[in-house]
């Protein structure tokens, strides 16, 4: 499997966070109309997916070009470990920084990474914007607003100030200009909840290949999740530190409208989840395909999978704290 980086550019306001499991599953009903654009119908793509996933699509994260002064740079989520493992300060200031400290969601992604404990982190202000937008309940048999006022009622919508990069892993066998074309239509005809409001729209400007492995320190120990993960049963890791993030999918396309569009909803540890490995080795991905989502699909999958970045926590530290 090779990795590729994409960077898109967001037109629209969203609905839903670009994590890489929604973004699968957009992928996935574009294969389903084409099947020429992988040379692969959907179905035979997944009859091997719990052992061989044909690609792993991780979340968006913010991406500043070059201006000239400084080279352009990714902006990766703050990993899941508590404070006293991510700042090297004392415990009296780490209290009393607390929630200045919780405010700092990023950290720039810039290999080799020194250990995590190392890193500076960074604010996210000038990265999202949350906002909404007030409409009002209609009355479909009337076609007038409800009455008793026009029943307003708010509905969350964020911004992506910046430029944004996708990290996908695809198949030696598929082709990834497929893959790129799949992504393009899901930009023009909007991603997430209420792409046919016009939300969710973004253009694919670039891509090529990314290897996390080319540029390490070698005392890399474990995982960094690019995306919502079910961790493998038989990932051999020493610890996992995560936050729980629960997908209460939903049917795309015209199973919106099945007699049961919603699935079973699925626990996942969120992107940033640290997996410690007991033996660390060159793994592009970790998880495994989730199945059974579905009443109304038997063969629905939910992408359990995750890229992942190799970096270095400071175990022995961890330990000695339980």
Known sequence: MKTYQI????????GTLLKGDTLFGHICWQIYYDKYLLGKDLETLLNDYTTNPFCVVSSAYPYVESDGSKESQIYLKKPSLPLHFLFSLPE????QKRKELKAKEYFVYKPPLPPLSQIEYLSSDDIIVKDEQVRCTINRFLGTTSRGGFAPFAVPKLWYL???????GIRDDIPVEGIIEALKRVGKFGYGRDATAGWGKFEVLSYEEI???ANT?????????LSPVVPDKNGNYAEIFYEPFIRFGRHGDVLSASPNPFKAPVLMADEGAILISKKFEKRIYVGRAILGVSSVKEKAVHQGYSLVIPVEVSYDKIQNNH
């Open 162 to 168: 910046t430029k944004l990069v996708l990290f996908i």
């Open 7 to 14: 960077v898109i550019k967001p037109l629209t306001g969203f």
């Open 217 to 225: 320190r070698k005392t890399e120990n474990a995982y960094y999740a």
């Open 211 to 213: 290897d996390f492995y």
């Open 92 to 95: 009296e200031e780490l209290v």
